[in-house]
């Protein structure tokens, strides 16, 4: 039997009393229905933007969180968090095993659902940043070259005056 519903509101309810066993109180539910309706999808572009210290959105299972206030807190350092920016982290944050107190701290920083259809099935490789080329070495050789003789010149000349200041 298909229901056709005439809004989300509508479809929303009905979802939400076929899932529960128990009727709820309908203060309850109208606090239920704000939560969920309050949800925001993002897209991947948009949350790929976010990839600095000071702005850090990651995608762990579906869901989308600004885990910026925690970057200094987290015990694997900001690093960890920096490099599961621009992709779906679920596979990263998986593998370390974190602990149940871990996600339940995880729902603080919840800001809503990451749209799946945006997220690429394959991560684009962006190369890292190269140094300019410099066609003129031969100053970087110079200064490596003083940086090896100089101390060597030093100890040399103190051998100097060490032998000839020595008394027979």
């Not at 203060?27 to 790929?48: G, N, Q």
């Not at 659902?113 to 140094?131: G, W």
């Not at 100053?139 to 003789?149: A, D, R, Y």
Request: hydrophobic share 35%; glycine share 4%; net charge neutral.
């Amino acid at each position: 039997m298909k229901f056709r519903f005439k809004d989300r509101e509508s479809q929303r309810k009905r979802s939400l009393t076929q899932r529960t066993s128990v009727s709820l109180p309908k203060d309850l539910y109208l606090v239920i229905i704000a939560m969920t309706s309050d949800r925001k999808v993002h897209t991947f572009d948009e949350v790929a933007k976010h990839n600095q210290t000071k702005d850090c959105w990651l995608i762990i299972s579906g869901k989308v969180y600004d885990v910026t206030p925690f970057m200094e807190d987290h015990p694997g350092g900001d690093e960890v968090l920096l490099s599961a920016t621009g992709k779906d982290a679920t596979n990263d944050f998986e593998d370390v095993g974190h602990s149940d107190s871990a996600r339940d701290m995880m729902e603080k920083y919840y800001i809503g659902e990451i749209d799946a259809s945006t997220v690429p099935l394959k991560r684009t490789y962006v190369p890292p940043q190269q140094a300019q080329y410099n066609p003129d070495k031969s100053s970087e050789f110079v200064i490596k070259i003083l940086q090896f003789l100089v101390p060597l010149l030093i100890l040399g000349l103190a051998f100097v005056v060490r032998h000839y200041t020595k008394k027979e």
